[in-house]
């Protein structure tokens, strides 16, 4: 269970969001909000990338009180990943597999899914958009996290990957402690997906619709 407390981000003298208490139970919630609503701040505050006022909970742990801990458990992909341009798909889910405890059968696993593989040890620098995408979703889903926020992670990604994607979704929620944080300007497929809420940022806040 994810809890959202007091939380308020802002960037010098410009607010940005206010969330005075929020529960998001286990299971899919995609979260909608206009470009520059927050939702991105609001995600890299969770993953513990940036920081704001107020605490954030999971399972337990607060990110305040135990950062380490609470990092350990969240597993973020990025709307438009950046990668350093001499580092290899190899170099980069060989670390943050181990960083996330995932065995190399795992990460091989989920890299020939979504065909990370064919571009294996290739230098992030000679990637298309798509190809980043997709090593960011490998990246997104190593390990047994147990919040996974994935922003915009249909972008760029065709039908089959999309598929694909979906289906690696499911399979984490066979673990029912699970979360998924999703944000995704196209509608998404609840026939393939099970969406448990569905949340709209706007006027600097959240609410569930």
Request: charged share 20%; hydrophobic share 35%.
């Amino acid at each position: 269970m994810l809890h959202i407390k007091q939380f308020s981000k802002s960037y010098q003298s410009n607010h940005i969001l206010s969330i005075n208490d929020l529960i998001i139970t286990p299971g899919v919630s995609w979260l909608k909000g206009e470009n520059g609503s927050g939702k991105t701040s609001l995600f890299k505050s969770l993953a513990g990338i940036l920081p704001f006022q107020g605490d954030i909970i999971l399972d337990d742990v607060s990110l305040k009180k135990e950062p380490i801990n609470f990092r350990r458990l969240v597993n973020y992909s990025e709307a438009e990943p950046l990668f350093p341009e001499f580092l290899t798909s190899k170099d980069l889910v060989r670390f943050v597999g181990k960083t996330k405890g995932a065995s190399v059968d795992q990460q091989d696993q989920y890299c020939h899914k979504l065909g990370v593989d064919q571009y294996f040890t290739k230098p992030c620098g000679t990637y298309s958009s798509g190809m980043l995408k997709k090593l960011s979703l490998v990246l997104g889903l190593l390990g047994n996290p147990k919040l996974i926020i994935l922003d915009e992670p249909l972008v760029t990604l065709d039908e089959s990957a999309r598929g694909i994607l979906m289906k690696l979704i499911n399979e984490k929620l066979k673990d029912p402690s699970v979360t998924f944080l999703l944000s995704s300007h196209q509608s998404m497929d609840t026939s393939s997906l099970p969406l448990q809420n569905t949340y709209m940022i706007r006027n600097k806040s959240i609410e569930k619709l």
